[in-house]
């Protein structure tokens, strides 16, 4: 079984400040995808890495793949109220496979 | 519809009851997933449908939960004997294949309530 874990599980935050999100396993995934997920909807996708090193920037957003593609980061710079929302990692072993979700990082940022 | 379509929306049921929740895939899709989420949790895994393969029912939490999909399309999520652990959001998801790149598309989810 592969599992994610998502840290930290709840964070609450100043509008303008820096955060940083971390995703880790002990198991290697061919790729890795962060969701986003607000009350009542379903995740939807931010992004999508799977190269080992690869960092791909999304507006203020910028995540990174390890090297051994084992964990990922999200970090966010200059949090606006708007980012509140609950952030999901999700893994996925190999091509075809299903895909495994963290427990998620409630970001909280407060104007 | 465009998007995956699940219904009911909501459904609050008796402990002991069966119920059934469905799922409208996106048109085409392939691979479609059952998570169970809790209140400001994470998905846990329930069952993964891909193509005409055996579906992973690794996530199934006891024989009270089974699922089918019928005709490569819609699926439906059953569970027998409701406890009230079993209260929670099921999410439907589908995508095109499950491919390393390929992006899940969420439904709004059924929350169930039992009572």
């Known amino acids: 079984t592969q599992l994610l874990e998502q840290s930290p599980q709840f964070l609450s935050i100043q509008e303008g400040e820096n955060l940083t999100v971390y995703c880790n396993s002990s198991?290697?995934?061919?790729?890795l995808q962060w969701y986003r997920q607000e009350p009542g909807e379903g995740p939807v996708l931010l992004v999508t890495v799977v190269t080992g090193g690869e960092v791909k920037k999304l507006k203020r957003l910028t995540f990174q793949f390890g090297d051994a593609r084992k964990d990922s980061s999200l970090h966010i710079t200059a949090a606006q109220p708007g980012d509140t929302g609950l952030y999901l990692c999700?893994?996925?072993?190999?091509?075809?496979?299903?895909?495994?979700f963290g427990e998620g990082t409630q970001l909280t940022v407060n104007p | 519809g465009a998007g995956v379509s699940q219904s009911p929306s909501n459904k609050v049921t008796e402990k002991g009851k069966d119920v059934e929740l469905r799922c409208d895939p996106i048109s085409g899709h392939t691979a479609l997933y059952w998570y169970r989420q809790s209140l400001g949790q994470g998905l846990e895994f329930l069952i993964y449908f891909q193509g005409n393969s055996a579906p992973d029912k690794s996530g199934l939490p006891s024989d009270r939960f089974s699922a089918e999909r019928t005709g490569g399309s819609v699926s439906t999520l059953t569970i027998q004997r409701t406890q009230q652990e079993d209260s929670a959001v099921y999410l439907c998801?589908?995508?095109?294949?499950?491919?390393?790149?390929?992006?899940?598309?969420f439904g709004q989810g059924t929350r169930l309530t039992v009572v």
């Open positions: 999700a893994g996925r072993g190999t091509s075809g496979s299903r895909l495994t």
């Open positions: 198991s290697v995934f061919s790729s």
């Open positions: 998801a589908s995508s095109s294949w499950g491919h390393q790149n390929t992006e899940a598309f």
